[in-house]
Structure formats: C-alpha cells, structure tokens
C-alpha cells in the first residue's frame, strides 16, 4: 500500500509540474506576442480603411504590409472627435485610440438615450478618418460604426464623399452574422449598391434606407435589404440611424460642413 500511494503522489506531483510549466510557457508567450498581436490588429484596421477609401482592393490579390503602411501614411490622417461637440480632441494618438475599450469605461463613456442600434455605451470620443489625394485635397471622410444585427454586433467603416453626405461605400469587417444570408453584408455586390447613395435629403434629414420596396431602393436614398436577413438588414439601418444621429457623429458633421474640416 504505501508503494501504491508513493507512486500516486510521484504522478500527482508530475502532472501539477508540468501543468504549471504550461502555464508559464503560454502566459509567457502571450506576453510576447502582444505587441505583434496589437500591430497585426492595427495593420487589419488600416487595411479596411483603405478599401473604403477606394485605395486598394483587396479582391484583387494579396495587398502587402509595406503596400498597406505606404498608402495609409500618404493619404489617411486619423484624428479625434468630442462626439457632443463636435470638435476635434488634440493630444492623443488617433491611430492608436482603444474606442472600444474606451467605451466599455464609464469614466469615458455614456449610456445613449435612444439606442436604437443596441451598442450600450458610446465612448465619449471617436476617431474620424479624412481621405487626401496626391495634392493633399480632402476626397472623403470615413467614419466607424456599429450597431447589433441578427447574432453580433456588427463593425463597419462608412465612407462619404468631402460633402458628407455622398456615399462612397460601406465596408463591414467583422461581424458574426448567418453565412449566405446576414453575412451577406461583406459580399461584394452589395456593397457596391451603397456607392452614390444619399445619406440626408434637402432639408438634412436622415434619409437613407435599407429596403425591401424596389421603388425606394431605386432612389438615391435607397438600398436593397439583403434578401432573407431581414433582422440584419435592420440592424445596418439601425446603425446608420444612430451614428448618423444627435448620439453619434451629428455634432461633428454640422461642424464640418460650416468649414470644421479646414
């Protein structure tokens, strides 16, 4: 019997060793490969802000780190916005701004009045992307937006002409949606049905929408509804309706078009 209990504590003793230098092994990899994760994750970011600004397509082949850097340092500046004023927020790092993190902070952030797109909290700051050509000419604004669809919040970037109201496209790149059908808000010829939309009408009211009226959709205010998502579909109006509203980035579009921008 006692040999019997020496060899189980042998193995006892074995496995909660080899556990633990598991442990060590993957949290000290984890440590590690940290800052690689958060610049893998700032490259991905930077990649869909260049295909909603029309400066790379990533269908057509493989887009490389140097191609991704080069085009976004020439052309892209991020900056950060007071989504209640409206104004710019000077001294802190736009590329590199946690609006996520921020948002989960109730020291940094506010739970919406009207949250018709379920986001929950909004962080009290967001960062805006302005699009320069080759002479340095604003060609386009890029804001980020969310709102929940049918199984996941949904993350997009809304690309607008410097007239911020034309659309340039709508670029989903993340979402968790049914593949075929609410995951259908990545497929390419849907997304080209949002390029020269109108988001606001004459008198600046909202006016863009998601549909399944063939007559609206025909309009410059009108998009197709993805066919059999209907709860997805709503949840891309939704987040049209928030971000676009009094909560989300109204303030800084008024701003910008009485000359904020320049």
């Known amino acids: 019997m006692a040999n019997n209990k020496d060899s189980f504590g042998r193995t006892l003793f074995v496995v909660v060793g080899l556990c633990l230098i598991c442990a060590i092994f993957v949290s ?19 990649k869909y802000i260049l295909e909603a600004a029309g400066l790379i397509d990533t269908k057509a082949g493989k887009v ?3 191609q991704i850097l080069d085009t976004y340092g020439k052309h892209i500046e991020a900056k ?47 960062v805006v992307y302005l699009v ?52 259908e808000v990545q497929n390419a010829q849907w997304k080209a049905k949002w390029h020269g939309k109108k988001l606001f009408d004459e008198q600046g009211k909202l006016a863009i929408s998601v549909t399944k009226n063939p007559a609206v959709a025909s309009t410059e205010y009108g998009v197709d509804a993805l066919s059999g998502a209907t709860l997805t579909s709503n949840g891309v109006q939704h987040s049209l309706t928030f971000w676009l509203g009094k909560e989300g980035f109204a303030s800084f579009i008024e701003k910008a078009r009485n000359g904020g921008l320049s």
């Open 28 to 46: 000290t990899a984890a440590v590690l490969l940290r800052p690689t994760q958060a610049e893998n994750k700032l490259l991905d970011k930077q």
């Open 64 to 66: 490389t780190k140097a």
């Open 132 to 183: 320069r050509d080759e002479q340095g000419k604003l060609t386009s604004v890029i804001l980020p937006i969310h709102g929940y669809g049918l199984w996941s919040t949904m993350y997009a970037f809304l690309a607008m002409d410097a007239d911020l109201n034309t659309v340039q496209s709508l670029v989903y790149y993340e979402q968790g949606e049914t593949p075929g059908l609410g995951g």
């Open 80 to 126: 950060l916005v007071d989504l209640k004023t409206g104004a710019w927020v000077e001294g802190v790092d736009a590329d590199t701004f946690d609006q996520r993190k921020a948002s989960r902070d109730v020291k940094t952030s506010f739970v919406p009045e009207h949250d018709i797109a379920s986001v929950k909290r909004v962080a009290d700051n967001a």
